[in-house]
């Protein structure tokens, strides 16, 4: 089938940044968007950022001029470079893509990462 295997995060200070990394492998036969969403224990699962196959991308409000979302087509790899991190990013990191199946073509299925830790502190 399809996985999503994201890398990076870490502990960074406050002002400092983290590159996270998601590739999707297995059975992928084109995809529509991926993106990253972030989750915190007090609150719900959130979109941070999403980009198509175009390259259009959206951004959440708390992010925009910090974070940028950038996508590898040709090895179904999208990227999410933070800058200027605050405490208030520290979160799990959710990578997202919707795409189809090989052999199921015209039908679009979601999948999601483990997650991976960032946490921002001095």
């Known amino acids: 089938q399809v996985q999503l295997e994201e890398s990076g995060g870490g502990l960074v200070q406050p002002g400092g940044s983290l590159r996270l990394s998601c590739a999707a492998s297995g059975s992928v036969y084109n995809i529509n968007t991926m993106g990253w969403f972030r989750q915190t224990p007090d609150k719900q699962r959130a979109l941070v950022a999403v980009i198509k196959s175009s390259g259009a991308t959206t951004y959440a409000d708390s992010v925009k001029g910090r974070f940028r979302i950038s996508m590898d087509n040709a090895r179904n790899t999208v990227y999410l470079q933070m800058n200027s991190l605050k405490p208030e990013d520290t979160a799990v990191y959710f990578c997202?893509?919707?795409?189809?199946?090989?052999?199921?073509?015209?039908?679009?299925?979601?999948?999601w990462g483990q997650g991976t830790q960032g946490t921002v502190s001095s």
């Open positions: 997202h893509a919707n795409l189809e199946i090989v052999n199921i073509e015209n039908r679009y299925y979601d999948f």
